[in-house]
Protein backbone atom coordinates (compact mmCIF):
# COMPACT_ATOMS: atom_id res chain seq x y z
CA UNK A 1 0.00 0.00 0.00
CA UNK A 2 1.44 3.78 -1.02
CA UNK A 3 2.17 5.90 2.30
CA UNK A 4 -0.35 8.20 1.89
CA UNK A 5 1.83 10.62 3.83
CA UNK A 6 4.60 11.00 0.53
CA UNK A 7 1.75 10.70 -2.22
CA UNK A 8 2.13 14.70 -2.29
CA UNK A 9 5.58 15.04 -2.10
CA UNK A 10 7.01 16.93 -5.25
CA UNK A 11 3.55 18.32 -5.87
CA UNK A 12 3.28 20.68 -3.11
CA UNK A 13 3.55 23.32 -5.56
CA UNK A 14 1.14 22.45 -7.97
CA UNK A 15 -1.40 21.60 -4.84
CA UNK A 16 -0.71 25.17 -3.27
CA UNK A 17 -1.08 27.44 -6.24
CA UNK A 18 -4.51 25.34 -7.67
CA UNK A 19 -6.07 23.63 -5.11
CA UNK A 20 -9.14 26.05 -4.23
CA UNK A 21 -9.50 28.54 -1.20
CA UNK A 22 -12.39 28.42 1.21
CA UNK A 23 -15.55 30.68 1.00
CA UNK A 24 -15.91 33.53 3.24
CA UNK A 25 -19.07 32.23 3.73
CA UNK A 26 -17.69 29.54 5.88
CA UNK A 27 -14.71 31.01 7.59
CA UNK A 28 -17.85 33.43 8.70
CA UNK A 29 -19.97 30.37 10.25
CA UNK A 30 -16.94 29.26 11.87
CA UNK A 31 -16.42 32.30 13.86
CA UNK A 32 -19.69 33.20 14.40
CA UNK A 33 -21.47 29.83 14.39
CA UNK A 34 -18.91 27.12 15.72
CA UNK A 35 -17.23 29.63 18.42
CA UNK A 36 -14.35 29.97 16.65
CA UNK A 37 -12.60 33.89 17.88
CA UNK A 38 -9.43 35.04 17.72
CA UNK A 39 -7.72 33.89 21.02
CA UNK A 40 -8.97 30.38 19.84
CA UNK A 41 -5.95 27.71 19.71
CA UNK A 42 -6.88 26.00 16.49
CA UNK A 43 -5.09 22.54 15.76
CA UNK A 44 -4.94 22.24 12.01
CA UNK A 45 -4.42 18.54 11.27
CA UNK A 46 -3.19 17.07 7.85
CA UNK A 47 -2.54 21.42 7.36
CA UNK A 48 -0.57 20.62 4.08
CA UNK A 49 0.59 23.30 2.25
CA UNK A 50 -1.12 25.59 4.96
CA UNK A 51 -4.22 26.91 2.58
CA UNK A 52 -6.79 26.24 5.16
CA UNK A 53 -4.42 27.35 8.20
CA UNK A 54 -3.69 31.24 6.73
CA UNK A 55 -7.12 31.56 6.79
CA UNK A 56 -7.61 31.25 9.84
CA UNK A 57 -4.35 33.06 11.06
CA UNK A 58 -5.76 35.83 8.87
CA UNK A 59 -8.41 36.05 11.44
CA UNK A 60 -5.69 36.26 14.55
CA UNK A 61 -6.47 33.31 16.24
CA UNK A 62 -3.15 31.09 17.43
CA UNK A 63 -2.84 28.40 14.84
CA UNK A 64 -0.85 25.34 15.10
CA UNK A 65 0.23 23.43 11.49
CA UNK A 66 0.37 19.98 12.09
CA UNK A 67 1.85 17.84 8.87
CA UNK A 68 3.74 14.97 8.37
CA UNK A 69 4.56 15.49 4.96
CA UNK A 70 8.20 17.84 4.80
CA UNK A 71 8.00 18.74 1.30
CA UNK A 72 4.28 20.23 2.34
CA UNK A 73 5.53 22.00 5.08
CA UNK A 74 8.10 23.57 3.80
CA UNK A 75 5.70 25.41 1.34
CA UNK A 76 3.58 26.30 4.45
CA UNK A 77 6.23 27.66 6.00
CA UNK A 78 7.31 30.17 3.67
CA UNK A 79 4.28 31.28 3.62
CA UNK A 80 3.47 31.82 6.91
CA UNK A 81 6.83 33.16 8.27
CA UNK A 82 5.76 36.15 8.85
CA UNK A 83 2.98 35.07 11.36
CA UNK A 84 3.71 34.94 14.73
CA UNK A 85 0.45 33.27 15.51
CA UNK A 86 1.40 30.11 13.47
CA UNK A 87 3.65 27.36 14.61
CA UNK A 88 4.68 23.94 13.35
CA UNK A 89 4.35 20.68 14.20
CA UNK A 90 5.76 17.30 12.88
CA UNK A 91 3.24 15.39 13.59
CA UNK A 92 0.52 13.25 12.29
CA UNK A 93 -3.31 12.40 13.42
CA UNK A 94 -2.41 9.86 15.49
CA UNK A 95 0.46 11.79 17.38
CA UNK A 96 -0.04 15.42 17.01
CA UNK A 97 2.89 16.51 19.45
CA UNK A 98 0.35 18.39 21.27
CA UNK A 99 0.14 18.92 24.80
CA UNK A 100 -2.55 17.32 26.62
CA UNK A 101 -5.96 19.78 26.88
CA UNK A 102 -4.06 22.25 24.68
CA UNK A 103 -6.01 23.52 21.72
CA UNK A 104 -9.94 24.96 21.62
CA UNK A 105 -10.53 23.63 18.49
CA UNK A 106 -9.40 21.23 15.44
CA UNK A 107 -9.76 21.64 12.06
CA UNK A 108 -9.01 19.17 9.36
CA UNK A 109 -9.21 20.32 5.88
CA UNK A 110 -9.66 17.94 3.03
CA UNK A 111 -7.32 15.30 4.69
CA UNK A 112 -9.55 13.10 6.52
CA UNK A 113 -10.29 10.71 4.71
CA UNK A 114 -6.26 9.47 5.51
CA UNK A 115 -6.68 9.10 8.82
CA UNK A 116 -7.61 5.81 10.97
CA UNK A 117 -10.12 7.48 12.36
CA UNK A 118 -10.41 6.02 15.91
CA UNK A 119 -6.65 6.34 16.26
CA UNK A 120 -7.79 10.39 15.35
CA UNK A 121 -10.54 9.96 17.62
CA UNK A 122 -8.53 8.72 20.57
CA UNK A 123 -5.42 11.71 19.51
CA UNK A 124 -8.63 14.33 19.44
CA UNK A 125 -9.61 13.87 22.66
CA UNK A 126 -6.13 13.71 24.13
CA UNK A 127 -5.37 17.43 22.90
CA UNK A 128 -9.00 19.16 23.01
CA UNK A 129 -9.81 21.36 25.94
CA UNK A 130 -13.48 20.55 27.90
CA UNK A 131 -15.92 21.52 25.55
CA UNK A 132 -13.67 21.31 22.49
CA UNK A 133 -14.76 21.11 19.15
CA UNK A 134 -13.60 19.56 15.93
CA UNK A 135 -14.16 20.58 12.07
CA UNK A 136 -13.94 18.33 9.06
CA UNK A 137 -13.50 20.34 6.00
CA UNK A 138 -13.99 18.97 2.41
CA UNK A 139 -13.88 21.34 -1.02
CA UNK A 140 -15.43 18.64 -3.47
CA UNK A 141 -16.36 18.95 -6.87
CA UNK A 142 -19.94 18.76 -7.87
CA UNK A 143 -20.25 15.70 -9.87
CA UNK A 144 -23.59 16.93 -11.50
CA UNK A 145 -21.75 18.92 -13.20
CA UNK A 146 -20.51 17.99 -17.15
CA UNK A 147 -17.59 19.25 -17.05
CA UNK A 148 -16.54 17.56 -13.71
CA UNK A 149 -18.12 14.28 -14.79
CA UNK A 150 -16.00 14.40 -18.08
CA UNK A 151 -12.74 15.06 -16.08
CA UNK A 152 -13.52 12.04 -13.52
CA UNK A 153 -13.72 9.99 -17.09
CA UNK A 154 -10.06 11.12 -18.36
CA UNK A 155 -8.80 10.51 -14.67
CA UNK A 156 -9.78 7.36 -14.37
CA UNK A 157 -8.53 6.24 -17.71
CA UNK A 158 -4.97 7.23 -16.95
CA UNK A 159 -4.57 7.29 -13.23
CA UNK A 160 -5.21 3.50 -11.70
CA UNK A 161 -5.25 4.85 -8.09
CA UNK A 162 -8.48 7.42 -8.75
CA UNK A 163 -11.36 6.08 -6.92
CA UNK A 164 -13.29 9.83 -7.28
CA UNK A 165 -13.53 12.82 -5.96
CA UNK A 166 -13.85 13.90 -2.18
CA UNK A 167 -12.25 10.94 -0.90
CA UNK A 168 -13.59 9.49 1.82
CA UNK A 169 -16.05 12.25 2.77
CA UNK A 170 -18.22 9.70 1.59
CA UNK A 171 -17.86 7.61 4.27
CA UNK A 172 -20.55 9.12 6.44
CA UNK A 173 -19.92 5.90 9.11
CA UNK A 174 -16.18 7.57 9.57
CA UNK A 175 -17.61 10.58 10.14
CA UNK A 176 -20.09 9.20 12.99
CA UNK A 177 -17.73 7.05 14.20
CA UNK A 178 -15.25 10.09 15.04
CA UNK A 179 -17.50 12.18 16.49
CA UNK A 180 -19.18 9.62 18.63
CA UNK A 181 -22.57 11.85 18.41
CA UNK A 182 -24.74 13.41 15.93
CA UNK A 183 -22.67 16.28 14.00
CA UNK A 184 -23.46 19.92 12.73
CA UNK A 185 -23.46 20.50 8.73
CA UNK A 186 -22.58 23.09 7.35
CA UNK A 187 -22.55 23.61 3.19
CA UNK A 188 -22.28 25.92 0.63
CA UNK A 189 -21.48 26.68 -3.30
CA UNK A 190 -17.79 27.72 -4.15
CA UNK A 191 -17.42 27.39 -7.54
CA UNK A 192 -13.93 27.93 -8.73
CA UNK A 193 -12.13 29.77 -12.17
CA UNK A 194 -9.04 28.22 -13.80
CA UNK A 195 -7.46 29.52 -16.84
CA UNK A 196 -6.32 26.14 -18.96
CA UNK A 197 -2.61 25.94 -16.92
CA UNK A 198 -5.01 26.32 -13.60
CA UNK A 199 -7.58 23.31 -14.62
CA UNK A 200 -4.90 21.35 -16.15
CA UNK A 201 -2.58 22.18 -12.44
CA UNK A 202 -5.52 21.46 -10.46
CA UNK A 203 -6.01 18.28 -12.12
CA UNK A 204 -2.45 17.05 -11.22
CA UNK A 205 -2.70 17.63 -8.16
CA UNK A 206 -4.52 14.93 -7.13
CA UNK A 207 -2.87 11.99 -4.89
CA UNK A 208 -4.04 9.95 -7.91
CA UNK A 209 -2.32 12.10 -10.50
CA UNK A 210 0.32 11.00 -12.87
CA UNK A 211 3.13 12.65 -12.73
CA UNK A 212 5.93 14.05 -15.31
CA UNK A 213 7.98 11.05 -16.52
CA UNK A 214 4.96 8.32 -15.79
CA UNK A 215 3.32 6.11 -18.79
CA UNK A 216 0.47 7.63 -19.82
CA UNK A 217 1.40 11.58 -18.63
CA UNK A 218 1.57 12.81 -21.94
CA UNK A 219 -2.02 12.04 -23.45
CA UNK A 220 -3.33 12.24 -19.76
CA UNK A 221 -2.24 16.23 -20.41
CA UNK A 222 -3.57 16.29 -23.84
CA UNK A 223 -6.93 15.43 -23.04
CA UNK A 224 -7.29 17.41 -19.75
CA UNK A 225 -6.56 20.41 -22.13
CA UNK A 226 -8.94 19.42 -24.92
CA UNK A 227 -11.56 18.89 -22.27
CA UNK A 228 -10.44 22.79 -21.14
CA UNK A 229 -10.96 24.06 -24.90
CA UNK A 230 -14.59 22.65 -25.21
CA UNK A 231 -15.50 23.64 -22.25
CA UNK A 232 -13.94 27.44 -21.92
CA UNK A 233 -15.36 30.62 -22.28
CA UNK A 234 -12.94 33.54 -23.11
CA UNK A 235 -10.29 31.68 -21.66
CA UNK A 236 -11.53 30.09 -18.56
CA UNK A 237 -13.98 27.45 -16.89
CA UNK A 238 -16.03 27.40 -14.03
CA UNK A 239 -15.62 24.30 -11.89
CA UNK A 240 -18.37 23.29 -10.21
CA UNK A 241 -17.54 22.93 -6.23
CA UNK A 242 -19.26 23.00 -2.76
CA UNK A 243 -17.77 23.02 0.28
CA UNK A 244 -19.38 20.75 3.51
CA UNK A 245 -18.18 20.86 6.95
CA UNK A 246 -18.95 18.68 9.94
CA UNK A 247 -18.51 20.11 13.06
CA UNK A 248 -19.39 18.84 17.21
CA UNK A 249 -17.79 17.59 20.35
CA UNK A 250 -16.04 14.50 20.43
CA UNK A 251 -17.45 12.15 22.95
Request: charged content about 25%.
Amino acid sequence: MVDSRILFSGKEETYDNNRPRYPEELITYLYEEVGFCNSSVIADIGSGTGIFSKQLADKGSKVVCVEPNSDMMSVAKSKLLNYGNVSFRDGDCENTKLADSSVDFITVAQAFHWFNTEKFRKESKRILKPNGKAVLIWNRRDENDELNREAAEIIKKYCPRFNGFGGGMRDNNAIERYFGNICQLFECDNNIIYDRSGFIGRNLSGSYALRKGESGYEPFIRELGELFDRFSTNGVVIMANKTIAYWNNIE
